[in-house]
């Protein structure tokens, strides 16, 4: 059963983590990842016709991996 996610149930969970973000235990651990302001990019990946040609996926391919390598290495430091 998939929850119902309000507007107030978003902000809540925003604040939570600014409010976590702000702590003097955790500010250091929590950090935004640099490639944050292309995070759209990476949700809304092209979509693949029904019969893609080669270039095409290798080009979709590579996209998924380059946001894969950029996600991991900000999460890694």
Do not use: C, W
């Not at 998939?2 to 955790?26: C, D, I, W, Y």
Request: aromatic share 8%; net charge positive.
């Amino acid at each position: 059963m998939k929850a119902k996610v309000t507007r107030n149930s978003k902000k809540r969970h925003v604040e939570l983590f600014q409010g976590l973000k702000q702590h003097p235990q955790f500010s250091e651990q929590i950090k935004t990842p640099p490639s944050d302001h292309r995070f759209s990019d990476y949700v809304q990946t092209p979509k693949l016709s029904d019969l893609p040609d080669n270039q095409g996926i290798l080009q979709y391919a590579l996209g998924r991996e380059q946001a894969a390598i950029e996600q991991y290495s900000a999460s890694s430091r």
